[in-house]
């Protein structure tokens, strides 16, 4: 009796050793070939897996991506920091309130090419509210004391809420992950963009655009740090990340929790062309 209990262990240990193994080689497999599918099938209770962005240009991408990550290491986030550690974070948020109010056209006005009147009454009643009582935009009563937040939405999104796919990813120099659609539909906010229209001269322009993305990247905790520290490919997650969100953006939700919190995802920092306003 004992040995036959000994013999049915043995070959349970190697059944389960062998499973095991094939299991890795097939994640792997998946892991190497599509990313995208994966992760799909992780939080979507073995649905059929489907691929969130197409991306034709992966080479390029990924050759951009490398320049950007360096840049972020060797000159963006040590300039943040720098900034941090001078300017008060009292006073970083108060820029990033400002900065978030004169956006306000943008937000409303694709509030409204979408249909969506509750969204863009909140943002009228924001401005009016943070710009009298917060001070020209300083602060933001109407979320801290009435509990009443931004509704992000860009001109991206409104072409997928019309039925636009992505057209195909991309990652653009010092600005980061895109698609053809976002692209564009950053292209079109531009115009809306009051510093478009404050009668300043184009160096002005772009140290303007400068001092926002330095400033909101002070805000930043280190999330892009973590991305890089936890994955084993950084660029498939952010890449997978991006559309995730994208695609809640624009009503469909893909997975059943949110795993991308924080300001490194935040719409406004991937907003195409945002930083310099093309």
């Given at each position: 009796?004992?040995r036959r209990?000994?013999i049915?262990?043995?070959l349970?240990c190697?059944?389960c050793?062998?499973?095991s193994?094939?299991?890795?080689v097939?994640n792997?497999?998946?892991?190497?070939?599509?990313f995208d599918?994966a992760?799909?099938?992780?939080?979507n209770?073995?649905?059929p897996?489907?691929k969130?962005?197409a991306?034709?240009?992966?080479?390029?991408n990924?050759?951009?991506f490398?320049?950007?990550?360096?840049?972020?290491f060797y000159?963006?986030?040590p300039?943040a920091?720098?900034y941090?550690?001078?300017?008060?974070?009292?006073?970083?948020?108060?820029?990033s309130?400002?900065?978030?109010?004169?956006?306000?056209?943008?937000r409303?006005?694709?509030?409204?090419?979408?249909?969506?009147y509750?969204?863009?009454?909140?943002?009228?009643?924001?401005?009016?509210i943070?710009?009298?009582?917060?001070?020209g935009?300083?602060?933001?009563p109407?979320?801290?004391?009435?509990?009443?937040?931004?509704?992000?939405?860009?001109f991206?999104?409104?072409l997928g809420y019309?039925?636009?796919?992505?057209?195909?990813?991309l990652?653009l120099?010092?600005?980061?992950p895109?698609?053809?659609r976002?692209?564009m539909?950053?292209f079109?906010?531009?115009?809306?963009?009051?510093?478009?229209?404050?009668?300043?001269?184009?160096e002005?322009y772009?140290?303007?655009?400068?001092l926002?993305?330095?400033?909101?990247?002070?805000?930043?905790?280190?999330?892009?740090?973590?991305?890089?520290?936890?994955?084993?490919d950084?660029y498939?997650?952010?890449r997978?990340?991006y559309?995730?969100?994208?695609?809640a953006?624009?009503?469909?939700n893909?997975?059943?929790?949110?795993?991308?919190?924080?300001?490194l995802?935040d719409?406004d920092l991937l907003?195409?062309?945002?930083?310099?306003?093309y």
């Amino acid at each position: 009796m004992l040995r036959r209990i000994l013999i049915f262990w043995c070959l349970t240990c190697f059944l389960c050793t062998s499973l095991s193994l094939a299991a890795d080689v097939n994640n792997s497999k998946i892991a190497g070939d599509d990313f995208d599918a994966a992760f799909g099938d992780e939080f979507n209770n073995n649905k059929p897996p489907r691929k969130l962005i197409a991306d034709p240009l992966e080479p390029i991408n990924r050759g951009v991506f490398w320049v950007n990550d360096k840049l972020y290491f060797y000159l963006f986030k040590p300039v943040a920091k720098g900034y941090r550690l001078v300017i008060p974070r009292p006073a970083r948020v108060s820029v990033s309130n400002v900065f978030s109010n004169l956006a306000t056209p943008i937000r409303a006005g694709n509030a409204l090419l979408q249909l969506k009147y509750r969204d863009f009454g909140t943002e009228i009643y924001r401005f009016v509210i943070n710009t009298t009582f917060g001070i020209g935009g300083l602060f933001d009563p109407a979320e801290s004391v009435a509990g009443v937040k931004p509704r992000i939405e860009d001109f991206g999104q409104t072409l997928g809420y019309y039925g636009a796919g992505h057209g195909f990813y991309l990652v653009l120099p010092v600005v980061g992950p895109s698609s053809l659609r976002d692209g564009m539909g950053s292209f079109v906010d531009s115009f809306a963009d009051p510093f478009r229209y404050a009668d300043l001269e184009t160096e002005e322009y772009l140290w303007v655009k400068l001092l926002d993305a330095t400033n909101r990247l002070s805000l930043d905790r280190d999330t892009y740090e973590g991305i890089v520290r936890d994955s084993i490919d950084p660029y498939l997650f952010i890449r997978t990340a991006y559309a995730q969100r994208r695609l809640a953006q624009v009503g469909e939700n893909t997975y059943n929790i949110n795993l991308f919190q924080g300001p490194l995802f935040d719409s406004d920092l991937l907003n195409p062309l945002d930083w310099f306003g093309y």
